[in-house]
Structure formats: C-alpha cells, structure tokens
C-alpha cells in the first residue's frame, strides 16, 4: 500500500544552524504535500505545503521543496531557534484528487541546542 | 484561522465502556477527520467525513464508529473500549482546497 517514509527520527541542530527533514512517497498520484509542526501536548499544526505543480515554495525562514520524479520532498528550516523545538510531520495526499485523504511520516523529532 | 475544538484533553475509562469523543469545528468545513497518533507509528486514519450524515472507513476503523448529525460537529464513538485503544486521539478540519488543522487532541487511557 502507499507509504511515506521520514528521516531522520530525531535530529539536533545548534541555535542558528540549518535543518532539513526528507521525505519518500510511493503514491504516483499524491499531489499535496503539507507539512505540521506539533510541539508538546498540542495538536499537529499546518506550517507549510505544496502541491505537485510546483518544485519548491518558501514562507519566511521555512521552505519546502519537491521532487516528483524521485518522489522525494523536503522541509527545511534556516536560523534556527529554540521554538523550532517540535515533532514535525509530512504527509502526502492520496487516492482521487479532492478526496483529502492523507499518509503521515513517522515524524521527526527536533532539537535545537541553544 | 480555523478552530478545532475537542471535548477533552484527557479521559480515562475502564474496559467495555462505551466512549464518546466529539470534535467541534466553525469554520464550516465539509470534511472532517479522525487520527489515533501513537509513538513510532505517526497518525492513522479511523474515519473520515466528506459531508453531514456521511462517513468512510479509514485505515483502521476496526472497534470504531462515527456520527456526523451537523456538518460542524464530528463524533467518534468507542463501543466497547479495550486497551489497545490507549491513544492520543485528533480530529481535523479540512477545507475545500485541501488545507485545514488539527484539534488539541485527546488523550484517552483505558484501563
């Protein structure tokens, strides 16, 4: 069945450095990527997302870009800063279009070292 | 922003008993949406609802059911809860191009 995997599990940056997170999907028609950042004891919350018609999107210090050849789309995260401390999550659209119907990564879980 | 409530933040019930979990949205949304996130396993589908009085089997729907009587209101019904449905249980609110949010969560224990 369709899948997404995520890497890494956990990943710590120092305060200012960089951070990417990957992921693999294997559904040929997922079309919309979104991707939720959920901190402790919260509900997961949508940062950023893209759709298939476009390779890569940014929104302040957070981008997000998209291979679909390989399958592969990534977050990722410039500056930064202590608050960026979360689990964050992908996920891939699956099935019809308009079914919003969606695959999560196992999510990844970062630090950043202040 | 869209507004996704949930009636509790933590429950605790006892084996067998029949559980309710309601989700709240306001921002008129027609689809709606039910995860268990559980560690190492990221979220999994239960149900999903396209429009009042309709609803979909997810991934994993087996010991669930759901009700959809008001297109803001989104109920997830345990009949007869065992332990494996220890959870954190989230509910979402998607909008017609896709886009929405998550709940705060319930985090049920069954014991």
């Known amino acids: 069945g369709e899948n997404v995997e995520q890497h890494p599990s956990t990943l710590s940056v120092q305060e200012g450095d960089s951070a990417v997170i990957k992921c693999t999907y294997s559904d040929s028609a997922s079309n919309y990527f979104p991707w939720y950042k959920q901190e402790l004891g919260k509900g997961p919350q949508l940062i950023i997302d893209?759709?298939?018609?476009?390779g890569e999107k940014k929104d302040q210090r957070i981008a997000v870009t998209l291979n679909k050849t390989a399958k592969h789309f990534s977050l990722h995260i410039t500056e930064t800063q202590p608050e960026d401390s979360a689990v964050y999550f992908c996920?891939?659209?699956?099935?019809?279009?308009?079914?919003?119907?969606?695959?999560f990564g196992t999510g990844t879980r970062l630090k950043v070292l202040a | 922003d869209v507004k996704v409530t949930q009636s509790s933040r933590y429950l605790v019930k006892r084996t067998g008993e029949k559980v309710f979990l309601e989700c709240v949205q306001d921002?008129?949304?027609?689809?709606m949406f039910w995860y268990r996130q559980d560690p190492g396993l990221g979220l999994r589908l239960i149900y999903f609802s396209y429009d009042v009085k309709m609803k979909e089997k997810g991934d994993i729907p087996e010991g669930y059911s759901v009700s959809r009587e008001k297109k803001e209101r989104f109920s997830l019904i345990l009949e007869s809860a065992s332990t494996n449905q220890t959870s954190m249980y989230l509910c979402?609110?998607?909008?017609?191009?896709?886009?929405?949010?998550f709940g705060p969560g319930t985090r049920l224990l069954v014991l």
């Open positions: 893209i759709r298939s018609n476009v």
């Open positions: 996920a891939a659209s699956i099935g019809a279009s308009g079914t919003y119907k969606y695959i």
């Open positions: 921002m008129d949304h027609e689809n």
């Open positions: 979402a609110s998607i909008n017609s191009a896709g886009t929405g949010d």
